[in-house]
Nanobody
Framework: QVRLQEPGPGLVKPSQTLSLTCTVS??????????WTWIRQPPGKGLEWIGF???????SFSPSLKSRTSISWDTSKNQFTLQLGSVTPEDTAVYYC??????????WGQGTQVTVSS
């Protein structure tokens, strides 16, 4: 059973870069046809897709966040990492990593609360 783990909750100051790493176990992130995805949920709002890195290591981003987002991976550690720059309080959210498949998502991390505040 694949398992995805995000780090614990964190506080980030405005204008800094948020960095989250998702550790995957019981599945390789280079396995064909999976999209290793970041999704967030701001307080009181719905889920927002941030982007993914696919099994080739090619990233894709939400147009609204693309200018300040990067997603990378470390295949030796079976991890993928989100970096979101120039954060503001509007980036406060629960951040999830998930495994994407053609019809949706079949595995999720437990979510981690990130608060942007000075």
């Amino acid at each position: 059973q694949v398992r995805l783990q995000e780090p614990g909750p964190g506080l980030v100051k405005p204008s800094q870069t948020l960095s989250l790493t998702c550790t995957v176990s019981a599945a390789s992130i280079t396995t064909n046809s999976y999209y290793w995805t970041w999704i967030r949920q701001p307080p009181g709002k719905g889920l927002e897709w941030i982007g993914f890195i696919d099994w080739y290591g090619t990233p894709s981003f939400s147009p609204s966040l693309k200018s300040r987002t990067s997603i990378s991976w470390d295949t030796s550690k079976n991890q993928f990492t989100l970096q979101l720059g120039s954060v503001t309080p509007e980036d406060t959210a629960v951040y999830y990593c998930a495994r994407g498949v053609n019809c949706g998502y079949d595995s999720w991390g437990q979510g981690t609360q990130v608060t942007v505040s000075s």
